[in-house]
């Protein structure tokens, strides 16, 4: 399997970073850039998740775990910098005095000159994409017409896909996933513990300058607002695929190509959870401390899979992550890369 990429430092493109509320204004450091999309957590205490971006501005919000309407809340991120953001005032779920938090921050960067074709029927009215490193955070407005194009400018078919309607509350954020295809995805939801099911959301699968929208008020409500962020595949960085679960505690193997920082995994076939891992909850194996995107609660210590130099090792026997006959889906992001584009390899944890 090719392990070659072009992102030797995949840390210049997504990092997550631990800190601790104070309930007073003060910057998060350590991300290494300035980040575009940042999805936050307490991990001591139960609270929402939230979920911020640059194209919308610090001030917006909304939470992945629940389906309410955007908030608007001026002392939330009060700047982004060229090594993290600035939390204002606001306490509740991300600067709680001694809550601690992890952030994991993704970085795009292009707001302007984004793609577009004949077929393209929503050009986003913001946006801020990264072609090298697969990413397309895109602010637009709905117009209820079944097969219209929403422009992405990644430049290649996404491969995940996360959208939620902002200006009102009561629709799930709707996801997209290549492992599954476009024909079933309706009834996974990132709030949601659902499994996939038909569904008319999206009209076919995307491709390298659109995603094909349904009619449905989901995600393209007439005169309705909606955040989308998309990703694709990129060599060595990152990886949306599948695996089979074994039902065994000496669990499957899933190979990325590189060793990751942050892992999504989801079962796709019916009901369960979708389980976070990263690199800096504890940091080390066997103890990848596990949070519930779908949920608020604290996070988990048990030991539930490795990190690899070439992606992931489950060692449980849990249905959400390994059940015998359960397919898996997953969204991986890279640490380092298996081989980097000198040849050199990297190192296992």
Known sequence: MAAYTTIDDAGLFFNPVLYTGTGTAHAITGVGFQPDFVWQKARDTTQDHRAIDSVRGGDKQNYPDLTNAEVTDSE?????????YTMGTAGGNAN??????VSWNWKAGTTSGITTDG????????YSFNQTAGISILKYTGNSTSGAGLAHGIGVKPDFLVMKK??????????YHQSIGYSNSGDLALNSTSGQGA??????????TNIFLG??????GNTDTFICYAFADIQGYSKFSSYPGNGKADGVFVYTGFRPAYVLIKKAN????????DNKRLGYNAANYRLYANDGTVENTTAELDFVSNGFKLRTTDGDLNGSGNTLIYMAWAESPLVNSEGV?????
């Open 76 to 84: 939330f991120i009060t700047a982004f910098g060229a090594d993290g």
């Open 96 to 101: 709680d005095n001694t809550t601690k938090y």
């Open 119 to 126: 077929s393209t029927t929503i050009t986003p009215s913001s």
């Open 166 to 175: 902002t200006n009102s509350a009561g629709d799930n954020w709707q996801i």
């Open 199 to 208: 569904q008319t959301n999206f009209s076919g699968e995307p491709d390298a």
């Open 215 to 220: 009619g449905n008020t989901i995600n393209n």
């Open 270 to 277: 019916s009901s369960g959870s979708w389980w976070i891992f």
């Open 345 to 349: 390899p990297t190192n296992a944890r």
